[in-house]
């Protein structure tokens, strides 16, 4: 095995010098593609995993957080003429210049682990490990995309605008002064972020018009999600955003992002049975072998969902109807998820503790009581007759 590391500046098809690499080192059969800020985890590497009848294999990647995952095909069979598509956050082509289409899933993983001097730090996304986040950062994609976008190769991609999308969308959330619409609804969007706002949605939009019907799954099932997310959290458009997150289960039910979103977006306009339905959903739904596969909605929003939709069933107009298979169920992935969740999304300041406190009480009182403080439904950031 051996490393395959792109240089700067990049281009679109980069050819990765797998030719060299072949002088070099004569029996070569693969060649594992990595960043230089991942680090992998030699425990899951075996070589005799690999095949000479498969063109490609698909690795996990762990961002530095340690709560999500995606999937990529960097891992190749060793052949002449192997390229990198696109100007930025480049996709694996074949020497025909397709992407691989049969491609088997490893159990390999690999870890993002910036040091303090990095690429990013060399051409000016800041210094240490946030550079990858920065506002310069994102400014520099942005900046390769409109190069792609213009490139007629690439113009209207499924990747070209996904990623124009995103970035608009980060360059919103990591403007000077932002502050969550959702979680602060009298703040307002300075011009400048509404139009990153704009084109956030306009991009990605255009990307589902185009490409729904298309083999780019990941991209398009992205996009309604993002959408989604930007109707519920910026927008304050949860009759839109419902609609999107409707859309985004149709179009793939093996994911639990739109799922356990829409469970709470039903709790917060008190609808408990559908909020009870869709988080049940949600934790009934295994982490799928997928890109972009986020830990944290399956191992901390979901089992904190389900224990406030369970309180949601047995408290019910402050009058409690104890049962016990809520209670034990709710109790249990309470646990869960405060084992797992190292943070919180969206969600209200002490709602770990309001839940506690209600099972706590609940359990002292069991039967037949009436509480004094319905802990149970989280404190709305918006009016409950705006939803």
């Given at each position: ?352 503790q309001e839940v506690i406190d209600t099972y706590s009480y609940i359990f002292k009182l069991k039967r037949g009581s009436t509480l004094t403080k319905k802990y149970c439904v989280p404190r709305l950031p918006l009016g409950r007759d705006e939803y």
């Amino acid at each position: 095995l051996s490393s395959c590391y792109k240089t700067l500046p990049l281009y679109n098809s980069t050819t990765c010098p797998s030719s060299d690499l072949c002088r070099k080192f004569p029996h070569i059969s693969h060649i594992f593609m990595v960043d230089p800020d991942w680090k992998p985890d030699m425990k899951t590497i075996n070589k005799n995993d690999l095949e000479l009848n498969i063109d490609a294999y698909q690795f996990k990647i762990w961002d530095r957080s340690g709560m999500s995952t995606r999937q990529t095909d960097w891992l190749a069979l060793q052949q002449k003429n192997l390229t990198f598509a696109y100007y930025v956050h480049e996709d694996f082509r074949l020497p025909n210049g397709l992407p691989p289409l049969v491609v088997k899933q490893l159990d390999w993983e690999v870890h993002e682990v910036e040091a303090n001097i990095t690429w990013h730090t060399n051409v000016g996304h800041g210094i240490g490990a946030k550079a990858t986040f920065t506002y310069e950062r994102y400014l520099f994609d942005l900046d390769l995309l409109y190069q792609e976008q213009s490139d007629p190769d690439f113009k209207d991609s499924a990747h070209t605008l996904f990623y124009l999308g995103i970035v608009h969308a980060a360059l919103l959330e990591g403007s000077t002064g932002y502050q969550s619409p959702f979680l602060n609804p009298d703040i307002k969007l300075s011009s400048k972020m509404q139009q990153h706002l704009e084109l956030h949605i306009l991009y990605l939009e255009r990307m589902v018009d185009l490409h729904i019907g298309s083999i780019f799954t990941e991209y398009v099932y992205l996009s309604i999600r993002w959408l989604a997310y930007a109707h519920q959290f910026i927008l304050l458009r949860p009759d839109e955003a419902m609609n999107r997150y409707y859309q985004c289960i149709k179009y793939d039910p093996e994911r639990v992002d739109c799922k356990i979103e829409l469970s709470k977006l039903y709790t917060f306009r008190n609808d408990h049975d559908s909020a009870w339905d869709w988080a049940i959903s949600s934790l009934e739904t295994s982490i799928p072998t997928k890109a972009w596969t986020h830990s944290y909605m399956y191992v901390c929003a979901t089992p904190l969902q389900v224990a406030r939709a369970a309180l949601n069933k047995i408290v019910v107009d402050k009058q409690l109807e104890y049962n016990e298979y809520y209670f034990a169920l709710g109790i249990f992935q309470l646990n869960q998820a405060m084992s797992n969740c190292k943070t919180l999304i969206h969600e209200p300041e002490g709602i770990f503790q309001e839940v506690i406190d209600t099972y706590s009480y609940i359990f002292k009182l069991k039967r037949g009581s009436t509480l004094t403080k319905k802990y149970c439904v989280p404190r709305l950031p918006l009016g409950r007759d705006e939803y």
